[in-house]
């Protein structure tokens, strides 16, 4: 069974900085995707970033492009999303999610683990 774990969510003013972590265990398959999502309240489920981890190919959402960055550690098994130059707008619970495959996809329902998500709140 493949766990998630995210930590680093918070409370920061806008223009600051937080960094997102996503510890993963129990995987056996060799050639897997990572992704981060967020929800804000009232509003779907989107896709902020992906990584390939054996392709090493990255995504991210147009509104975080040039502000968020993913990367990734093999030797922990762990995926960070850094974030930047916060507003807002990026107030949401964010998740982490893994799914078997090399092709990074956007789709939320593509996606076969969750982690239990964790609160970012940007204030003004």
């Known amino acids: 069974q493949v766990q998630l774990v995210e930590s680093g969510g918070g409370l920061v003013q806008a223009g600051g900085s937080l960094r997102l972590s996503c510890a993963a265990s129990?995987?056996?398959?060799?050639?897997?995707?990572m992704g981060w999502f967020r929800q804000a309240p009232g509003k779907e489920r989107e896709v902020v970033s992906a990584?390939?981890?054996?392709?090493?190919?990255?995504y991210y959402s147009d509104s975080v492009r040039y502000r968020f960055s993913i990367s990734g550690d093999y030797a922990k098994n762990t995926v960070y999303l850094q974030m930047n130059s916060l507003n807002p707008r990026d107030t949401a619970v964010y998740y982490c999610?893994?799914?078997?495959?090399?092709?990074?996809?956007?789709?939320?329902?593509?996606?076969?683990?969750w982690g239990q998500g964790t609160q970012v709140t940007v204030s003004s």
């Open positions: 990584i390939s981890w054996s392709g090493g190919s990255t």
């Open positions: 129990g995987r056996t398959f060799s050639s897997y995707v």
């Open positions: 999610a893994t799914r078997e495959g090399p092709q990074v996809t956007v789709t939320p329902s593509a996606y076969d683990y």
